[in-house]
């Protein structure tokens, strides 16, 4: 038997047979159904999974649908037209199977997403097969994706209520880190809007690449005082709440970020270099709000999302929401209990 890692998977999936079905009713979504053969895995060893009540099953299922949400859920470029469509994972079923003598055991799961328009399957292999490790095992292609060693062999795709599904879903709590900084140096000279802009968009990518549940984040104000290179600074960054790992204290990310980011000294003050900015570090105040995500966004505002850098706007029919845009996407949040968006703050302030 010969064992070698491979990254290519596309000559395999040319063999997989594509069966949709459209059937009448309520569906607003679809599944797609991907079956395929386990590597390893006795039929005995399956037992544990047949009972989709048991402790077994759930931890598998938590692994494997993680590592999909994982990939559905983050930026991917041009493919990240599913990403906002893209609602979750789950195993439908485990069987025996004769397909390989390798591989006795099957099963089949299935991805929610929803709208009309039928997912593109060579979007889904790309996805899913990106930054995946695979293994040629007699001239077989299997890839690894949570616990399992796993080979493709069918995919179907069904129309599909999505209610059926969104149920399940607790929505995600969102948090807004209002950021005060006094800057010890630029990089360049701030000279007009898109200098601004510029420097917006390397802090924004370098907090991109700190936060696992970044969803955007925009500068709000930033001075420069030309005569020393100094100047001031405030920004908002927008993350998903982690049940695991959550900063709910200002002191908590303040800690966070003097930990994890490069230092340095000017003017004989420790400095944070966070993308083109030398931050003082003693100047970091940070305010937190904790908002509600997952609201309906009308399709006027994503029309203008799509044409406008990161922003603010206020919802125009209820004050206690307002919409984010970033990365020509629109994400519409409610503000606390007793607040409600301040345009000329850019953030959700105490009923008066």
């Given at each position: 038997m010969s064992v070698c890692s491979n990254t290519v998977f596309w000559n395999v999936l040319l063999f997989i047979t594509i069966i949709p079905s459209v059937t009448l009713g309520l569906e607003d979504g679809w599944l797609v159904n991907i079956s395929n053969n386990i590597y390893g895995l006795s039929w005995k060893q399956a037992q544990k999974y047949l009972d989709k009540n048991s402790i077994d099953f759930k931890e598998l299922?938590?692994?494997?649908?993680?590592?999909?949400?994982?990939?559905?859920?983050?930026?991917?470029?041009?493919?990240?037209?599913?990403?906002?469509r893209y609602i979750k994972c789950f195993i439908q079923e485990f069987r025996q199977s004769n397909r390989h003598v390798e591989a006795p055991v099957s099963f089949t799961y299935s991805l929610a997403f929803n709208g009309s328009e039928l997912v593109p399957k060579k979007v889904i292999d790309a996805l899913i097969i990106q930054n995946r490790d695979t293994f040629v095992i007699d001239t077989v292609v299997w890839m690894l994706i949570g616990d399992l060693l796993i080979n493709r062999y069918n995919i179907s795709f069904d129309r599909a209520n999505m209610s059926d599904y969104r149920d399940e879903i607790t929505p995600p709590s969102v948090q807004a880190f209002h950021f005060d900084?006094?800057?010890?140096?630029?990089l360049r000279p701030i000279e007009s809007p898109k200098d601004q802009l510029q420097i917006e968009k390397q802090l924004c990518a370098t907090?991109?690449?700190?936060?696992?549940?970044?969803?955007?984040?925009?500068?709000?104000s930033i001075s420069q005082n030309n005569a020393t290179g100094t100047g001031n600074m405030s920004f908002i960054v927008i993350l998903k709440r982690n049940v695991d790992?959550?900063?709910?204290?200002?002191?908590?990310?303040t800690a966070g970020l003097q930990e994890l980011f490069p230092r340095g000294v000017v003017n004989n003050r420790n400095v944070l270099i966070i993308g083109p900015l030398f931050i003082y570090a003693d100047s970091l105040s940070v305010k937190i709000d904790e908002l509600n995500s997952n609201v309906p966004v009308d399709t006027t505002i994503v029309e203008v999302?799509?044409?406008?850098?990161?922003?603010f706007l206020p919802d125009p029919n209820n004050s206690t929401m307002f919409i984010f845009c970033s990365q020509n996407n629109a994400f519409k949040f409610?503000?606390?209990?007793?607040m409600i968006?301040?345009?000329?703050?850019?953030l959700c302030t105490n009923v008066v």
């Open positions: 299922e938590k692994h494997f649908c993680g590592q999909m949400d994982d990939t559905f859920h983050k930026e991917h470029g041009a493919l990240n037209m599913v990403k906002e900084v006094s800057i010890a140096k630029f907090l991109r690449n700190f936060f696992l549940e970044y969803k955007g984040c925009k500068i709000k790992v959550t900063f709910n204290d200002s002191l908590l990310m999302c799509a044409n406008e850098t990161a922003q409610i503000c606390s209990v007793n968006f301040d345009p000329s703050e850019e």
